[in-house]
């Protein structure tokens, strides 16, 4: 935790020198948890912070002010959350405030509060109002999503050429397992305006590479009742003539149309890379997971997506442990992902959430046996991965220059387009005096792999 409150403060030092030229009142101790559309919130509530005197702090003990962004939507990231506030109520001086923002906020505010001394809690959808919960405790947990549709005032917390742009918030599916409709509330969609002016604004500050992200990306302005809003929008962001990187994140298997891959193929600018969240491969459990697609549908779209984009990489996560999977339920997950090779793969464990319809679904699966297919299933991906990689030796493939690696400024992280940021594997740069620049694209010739990662030296 520490370690990653020090990148952040470390990445907006320079930002913060530039832009805000008044007096620091409180040093400020700030911790984001939790996914991307959690980080986009994180950069309005530090810029917001910043403009009114509060600077980043990574010492707990002379912290003024501690702003926890939770994530709520698994037992496991609450109990991260309740690691770190056991954390600063230990360390922290007698007089420094605790906000507690974000998903748990939405959700768990009773629960918070009567296990820790909390200054005020403010929900995910009122974050603009932050600097008042700061001020005076409160407790504000009347809206659930924030959107952002007029200010686009951020502080971006990761390297300066990678941002985030969120189209909307909340979820109007009814996925069994997931609690996101009740933390979030229903689907709200920006308006096509407000998104493309925040695009051109941060390709404006030097960003390169645009991840869009909702829910679901192809869910845009289902709820103003428009068909093919995401198409749309889509094909207006390709009309600015910028170059860049854009890249998509999320879009469910049952949105994605032949319209939507023709698009996806038309224009070198977009990665070609999917995060496509299919949970599951069993026709059985898909439908007591109330997801709106097949295996059929999922088999008959990954052909149709490595036939039309040969070159895309996809990535998605799969869960084990789901009320009454079998051990035949399971190995039909271990077949797909032989048959239909997998590029990046996140694994689950199913969590019973008491505000999921699945709470209550009989044959609730032991942890013994979901910790056992978890491994199974990941060790699996992981030999299949390690195949793959080694076809790529002596591949050159584009890559963006990220930044030095942690440990050493001798070697240097990077991505083809096929590579999410934070969350796949990446492209180490063995010969860093050949950089141009961080956050430029070069040819990189792939020499060996280590593990997930590959590594390359700069043509």
């Known amino acids: 935790m520490k370690k990653e409150t020090q990148k952040i403060t470390k990445r907006v030092k320079c930002l913060f020198k530039e832009k805000y030229f008044i007096v620091v009142k409180k040093k400020l101790y700030f911790i984001s948890l939790g996914c991307t559309r959690n980080q986009v919130d994180s950069e309005v509530m530090i810029a917001k912070l910043f403009s009114n005197g509060y600077l980043l702090s990574n010492d707990m003990k002379t912290a003024d002010v501690f702003v926890i962004n939770t994530c709520g939507f698994l037992k496991e990231a609450r109990d991260e959350a309740y690691s770190i506030l056991d954390e600063i109520s230990w360390s922290k001086k007698k007089d420094a405030k605790i906000i507690i923002a974000g998903c748990m906020a939405n959700l768990f505010s009773k629960e918070i509060l009567g296990k820790y001394d909390i200054f005020s809690i403010v929900s995910s959808g009122d974050i603009d109002k932050i600097l008042d919960v700061i001020e005076t405790p409160k407790v504000l947990v009347n809206n659930l999503s924030y959107i952002g549709e007029d200010n686009f005032d951020r502080v971006i917390t990761n390297h300066q050429h990678i941002a985030y742009l969120k189209i909307s918030e909340g979820c109007s599916k009814a996925c069994a397992f997931c609690i996101i409709p009740k933390i979030k509330g229903p689907l709200i969609s920006r308006s096509e305006k407000s998104i493309i002016e925040e695009f051109k604004q941060l390709l404006s500050n030097g960003v390169f590479e645009i991840n869009l992200i909702a829910q679901d990306l192809l869910d845009y302005a289902k709820d103003r009742n428009e068909k093919n809003g995401f198409l749309k929008l889509l094909q207006n962001i390709l009309k600015i003539k910028n170059n860049f990187w854009l890249r998509l994140l999320y879009v469910y298997p049952d949105e994605i149309t032949d319209e939507f891959i023709d698009l996806l193929a038309s224009d070198k600018r977009i990665c070609k890379y999917l995060d496509i969240p299919l949970q599951h491969i069993s026709d059985r459990i898909l439908k007591k997971m109330k997801r709106k697609t097949s295996q059929k549908k999922i088999f008959d779209l990954f052909e149709k997506l490595r036939n039309k984009i040969p070159d895309i990489s996809i990535r998605t996560s799969l869960m084990v442990g789901f009320p009454s999977e079998t051990n035949e339920d399971f190995n039909e997950l271990l077949k797909f992902i032989e048959d239909y090779p997998i590029d990046h793969l996140a694994v689950f464990k199913y969590s019973n959430e008491k505000f999921a319809s699945s709470y209550n679904y009989p044959d609730q ?38 930044s030095y690696n942690s440990e050493s400024n001798l070697l240097a992280m990077a991505r083809s387009e096929g590579q999410g940021y934070s969350v796949d594997s990446n492209i180490i740069i063995n010969n860093t005096k050949k950089i141009k620049a961080f956050g430029k694209i070069q040819k990189a010739k792939i020499v060996d792999i280590a593990l997930y990662d590959l590594i390359a030296t700069l043509e």
């Open 365 to 402: 699966i032991s942890e013994k046996i979901k910790d056992e297919r978890f491994e199974t299933l990941t060790n699996r991906q992981f030999e299949m991965v390690k195949k793959r990689n080694k076809k790529l030796i002596g591949k050159t493939l584009d890559v963006l220059i990220d």
